[in-house]
């Protein structure tokens, strides 16, 4: 702990980011790794080892730590600081749980009897080596601490200068004690970690050989100017790389990035790590793909070590190179490694981030942000009512804790603009399309007009139509219609959502932007971002302004074909006027409308109606949510804080996890998977079978697809086999009853959708 913090020394301001002194920071680290788990020091926890029956009272550990770490910094920390001395001990008390509010501190006296119980069967030579290392008595004396306590406490209510620093302290000491105390255990004492150096110049070596630096038409010469000046100005700690879709932000992001990372490792003596993080998983894998291309065109083996993904799908797999040797690590080993983000560039989404930010739970990776470069592509993702918490701490940890955040995006919301530089100054004025919005519309209505008018024009043209709905329900209506109504053949009619598991998502994807001429995909909201498809033309249900930009950058991608159209028409159920943008905030759906004040724009006119939509949310009073949590975060108030989701759970709605066993593969990953959960697991097994378990539950993934179950009038039910190991299982001998190769899983009901 620490050497992690001895690492980040020269970058951070500890007095601004935590509210204490650099000794006082180190001290308090030094107490916290000494001293949280002195309690395992007592007969009763040595007994609850070996597998005796002891009472669960006196056999936990975490609260003699805690009590020792105060005795140990009072009288070191200034009492007009002694916050910091609870957040001290609420780390350790909550180390092997769920953080509280610092008023649970008080319940110690309560359990006073048991802490003096537990004090007398304390191991006296472990104690008398312990108290040597810390240079006094470690001191387990509840009744002297507890004023001690009040007094600290009342001392931060009193605080009339309330901000997020003592929130960052504990979770910066939270999360760097977690990582600590995990890795400790898997690698026995024995962890290290090499830093690798990157060329900042990867991306420029990669362009030269694909050529991209010897531009030979108008689009390609607009990319090259673009990427140059996104590079040119490196004097900056928040920065904007702003470009519409297609423009080549990936790259250009990457190469700020590695650039920016070696001017830092020049000027402070400290190499940052790049965290790159994404909305959404669909995209992750692309990006991966791009920057493993980028390092190998130089010769840089992207090992673990150099490059790796982490979401709650990564398989756990973790290889570095060590004096030439290749080195894999067992698959516990690697959960850690991969969930520190143990590697010089981690691409990861914005839940893990913001979800390790703000939280009442244990995570290994937050203390890693300090000192970073952290890259936030399409940040305008984020729920509009977080906006203004998140740009809060966005800049308390750039203005701060050293950390560097790039935005890339071709529409940032105002609150994440105002403290940010803009790196792109030129004119890349893309205008590959028109937008025209046909307002409101039945479902019957649209699919024998405007669709059917569509589809007709693309067939006789051989030309690509892209269909984007809002509802699984509707996407599939429209599908059907095509095939069975129309007449559509399957070889040029294609269905995408997250009805369908990611394998087959994957293959259509490929076989979609492999065919050329004539085809027709009917889609979800999935494709809005960064899939990397064009098509001639699009029509796309009503959605939230930035969603039908997102889906805009899907038409016309690259300017290689004449101009293309994209038609906006608000689907209704039926004449009962009932929308299919239900599923979106209300809020939201009236800000684009009120944007959308005509008929018809350019490709350059519809992005500028961004700024006035932004402004309307901001409008709206959407912050609202944004300041309780900030009011949260001074008050170290952890049971609201841990309320904060960016995934919005609609209310009734049940999840059921669907496994599908679609093919081979999905059947042999699911014996093993049954094989593994069916077994007894020794105590001292536990945490390589929980590894383990984790692997096969992720080798199932693929296969799965999460069904979303809920509630509103009128609805029918559903209809699936029963749960088996926590998954609803779809053997292959039933899969034609639940499952449709072209459209997705059909559970027989429509009170459902699927993430």
């Not at 010897?214 to 390609?220: G, I, L, Q, V």
């Not at 991966?288 to 840089?300: D, M, R």
């Amino acid at each position: 702990m620490i050497e992690e913090l001895e690492n980040i020394r020269n970058v951070v301001d500890p007095e601004k980011f935590f509210g204490i002194n650099w000794y006082e920071l180190k001290l308090l680290v030094k107490g916290i790794a000494y001293l949280h788990d002195v309690g395992k020091a007592s007969k009763y926890f040595q007994d609850k080892l070996e597998g005796r029956s002891v009472n669960k009272e006196l056999s936990q550990h975490a609260i003699l730590g805690s009590v020792a770490l105060g005795n140990f910094l009072d009288g070191k920390i200034d009492d007009k600081k002694g916050v910091a001395i609870l957040i001290g001990m609420a780390v350790v008390k909550y180390h092997h749980g769920k953080a509280k509010p610092l008023t649970s501190l008080v319940e110690i006296y309560d359990e006073q009897e048991v802490i003096e119980k537990i004090t007398v069967s304390m191991d006296s030579n472990y104690i008398g080596w312990l108290s040597k290392i810390l240079g006094e008595k470690v001191n387990l004396n509840v009744t002297n601490l507890m004023p001690r306590i009040i007094s600290w406490r009342k001392n931060f209510r009193r605080n009339v200068e309330a901000d997020i620093k003592s929130y960052m302290m504990f979770m910066y000491l939270y999360s760097l004690l977690s990582w600590a105390d995990r890795t400790d255990a898997a690698f026995l004492g024995k962890y290290s970690f090499t830093r690798v150096e990157l060329d900042p110049n990867l991306v420029d070596i990669y362009r030269k050989k694909e050529g991209f630096d010897n531009p030979t038409t108008e689009m390609d010469l607009m990319r090259d100017n673009f990427y140059k000046e996104s590079i040119s100005d490196l004097n900056f700690s928040i920065g904007t790389i702003k470009g519409k879709t297609g423009i080549g932000k990936t790259l250009s992001t990457l190469s700020l990035a590695l650039k920016k990372r070696e001017d830092v490792r020049k000027s402070k003596g400290y190499t940052p790590r790049i965290i790159y993080c994404l909305p959404f998983l669909s995209i992750i894998d692309q990006t991966y793909e791009v920057i493993t291309n980028v390092l190998k065109a130089s010769g840089t083996e992207p090992d673990s070590s150099v490059l790796i993904q982490q979401h709650h799908l990564t398989d756990l797999s973790y290889t570095s190179r060590r004096n030439g040797e290749i080195e894999d690590y067992e698959s516990y080993m690697a959960d850690i490694l991969l969930n520190s983000w143990d590697s010089e560039i981690t691409l990861t989404t914005f839940e893990s981030l913001f979800h390790a930010i703000l939280t009442n739970k244990r995570n290994l990776h937050f203390f890693r942000v300090p000192g970073s470069i952290v890259i936030l592509d399409e940040i305008q993702a984020v729920p509009p009512k977080y906006w203004k918490v998140i740009s809060e701490v966005l800049k308390h940890l750039s203005s701060y804790a050293g950390v560097t955040i790039i935005f890339s995006s071709a529409t940032v919301p105002q609150p994440f603009l105002l403290s940010s530089k803009r790196l792109i100054r030129g004119n890349y004025e893309l205008d590959r399309y028109d937008v025209n919005y046909f307002g409101e519309m039945t479902f019957e209505d649209f699919k024998g007009n405007v669709l059917k008018e569509y589809v007709q024009n693309v067939r006789d043209r051989g030309k690509s139509l892209m269909i984007v709905t809002n509802t699984i329900k509707s996407c599939k209506e429209l599908y059907n219609y095509l095939r069975e109504e129309m007449g559509l053949k399957e070889d040029y009619l294609y269905c995408l959502s997250s009805n369908i598991p990611n394998v087959v998502r994957r293959n259509i994807i490929r076989e979609i932007r492999e065919k050329k001429g004539f085809r027709v995909l009917v889609t979800t909201q999935l494709i809005e971002a960064g899939v990397d498809l064009s098509f001639d033309y699009c029509i796309r249900d009503l959605g939230p302004l930035d969603s039908i930009l997102q889906v805009a950058g899907r038409v016309n991608r690259s300017s290689e074909k004449a101009r293309g159209k994209l038609v906006i028409v608000e689907l209704l159920r039926d004449e009962s006027k009932r929308p299919f943008s239900w599923i979106y905030d209300s809020t939201i759906i009236w800000a684009t409308k009120q944007i959308l004040d005509k008929q018809s724009w350019s490709e350059p006119e519809i992005y500028a109606l961004s700024d006035g939509y932004f402004d309307e949310l901001e409008k709206k009073g959407l912050e609202s949510k944004s300041l309780e949590l900030l009011e949260a975060l001074e008050k170290l108030d952890f049971d609201e804080i841990g309320k904060f989701s960016l995934i919005e759970q609609m209310r009734g709605s049940v999840n059921l996890p669907v496994f599908l066993e679609i093919d081979e593969k999905a059947a042999n990953a699911w014996n093993e998977y049954c094989k593994l959960v069916s077994k007894n697991v020794d105590k001292v097994e536990k945490f390589e079978f929980l590894a383990k378990k984790k692997q096969a539950i992720r080798a199932l993934a693929p296969y799965v697809v999460n069904l979303r179950i809920y509630a509103y009038p009128g609805a029918d039910g559903y209809f699936l086999p029963d749960i088996q190991n926590g998954f609803c299982y779809i053997s292959s001998d039933e899969l034609e009853r639940y499952y449709d190769r072209k459209t997705g899983l059909n559970p027989e009901g429509d009170n459902f959708y699927c993430d």
